[in-house]
């Protein structure tokens, strides 16, 4: 989710955190002891059927809330946690934090196929037992692998063809669910499409934001939901703030929408509240 720069996953540093060597270790201790004293925090954020606004499912959106620099986006500290392999053990505690919460989760959704989807890193993928791992979790948690969907970004996999189709091939052996995220963002081509039974793909806010503005990003969002459709695959745009926007993806005939218009990330508590 960076909306453009695809060569790295998360290319929005903080310059103050970015600025030395010495800073980034100091972040990276920091990470150890978030994980070790419960300072991440998750947050979920409806995907709407666009016609009518039901709530389909949610996409789970990590939050860390760092003793000293208060609440600290992803965008802030994951592309760290992804070069020192921290991003295992996040995205494990992710899945978990997720699966736990979807008894909530369920509760607050209104559809047919109800899900919780959650981003995946590219070196989540690498560790030897996450396919096993995510299997454990949904049997812990009593879950389906269709309540699990798994958000993955076109660098993750062009970037390593051999280790994401090897994964992705189990995962999906498993039952699972994968959406492709911020779909036109990187620089692959759409090969992995014919390669991969993704079953959604989600436009990216940068496509979707100038939709009313722009000829261009009218015409791309239209064909890629012409495309998604005749592969079988669902869509959703992500980024909608408006309720102009919505209703011209209505008449594009795009599936689902997320983004402010619908609601923002909230906290599980929040959730359970408005239930
Ligand atoms: P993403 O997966 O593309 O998630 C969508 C991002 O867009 C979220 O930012 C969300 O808060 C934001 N957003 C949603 N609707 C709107 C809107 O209407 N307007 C605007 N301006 N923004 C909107 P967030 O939560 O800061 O997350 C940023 C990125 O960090 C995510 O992009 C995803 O790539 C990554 N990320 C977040 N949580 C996790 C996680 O648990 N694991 C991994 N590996 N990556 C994560
Ligand atoms: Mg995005
Ligand atoms: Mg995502
Ligand atoms: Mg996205």
């Known amino acids: 989710g960076n909306g453009g720069n695809a060569l790295l996953e998360y290319p929005r540093p903080l310059d103050h955190l970015h600025a030395t060597a010495t800073r980034q270790l100091a972040l990276a201790e920091d990470i150890a002891h978030a994980l070790t004293t419960d300072q991440f925090e998750m947050h979920y ?3 709407c059927v666009l016609q009518d606004g039901r709530v389909a499912g949610f996409e789970a959106l990590i939050r860390w809330n760092h003793p000293r620099e208060g609440m600290i986006s992803p965008l802030d500290f994951l592309w760290l946690a992804e070069q020192t392999g921290q991003i295992r053990a996040i995205g494990m505690w992710t899945l978990e934090r997720a ?4 008894p909530v989760l369920r509760q607050a959704t209104d559809h047919s196929s109800p899900f919780v989807s959650v981003n995946l890193s590219a070196n989540q993928l690498t560790g030897d037992h996450f ?6 979790i949904l049997e812990r948690h009593h879950m389906t692998a269709e309540e699990l969907k798994m958000e993955l970004t076109e660098t993750i996999i062009i970037g390593r063809p051999e280790i ?5 091939n189990n995962l999906i052996a498993l039952g699972g669910t994968l959406a492709l995220d911020d779909f036109g963002t990187g620089y692959s081509g759409l090969d992995y499409l014919q390669r991969y039974p993704i079953a959604t793909v989600k436009i990216d806010r940068a496509f979707i934001t100038p939709l009313l503005q722009t000829a261009p990003s009218l015409e791309i969002v239209n064909k890629t939901i012409e495309l998604a459709h005749s592969l079988g695959m669902n869509v959703v745009a992500e980024g909608i703030e408006n309720e102009e926007i919505r209703q011209k993806l209505t008449q594009l005939r795009c599936d689902f929408g997320q983004g402010w218009l619908f609601g923002k990330p909230l906290a599980l508590d929040d959730i359970r509240k408005r239930l």
């Open 99 to 102: 699966c736990r919460d979807w």
């Open 45 to 47: 954020q409806p995907i």
């Open 164 to 168: 994401a189709s090897q994964v992705l």
């Open 131 to 136: 396919v096993h791992d995510v299997k454990l």
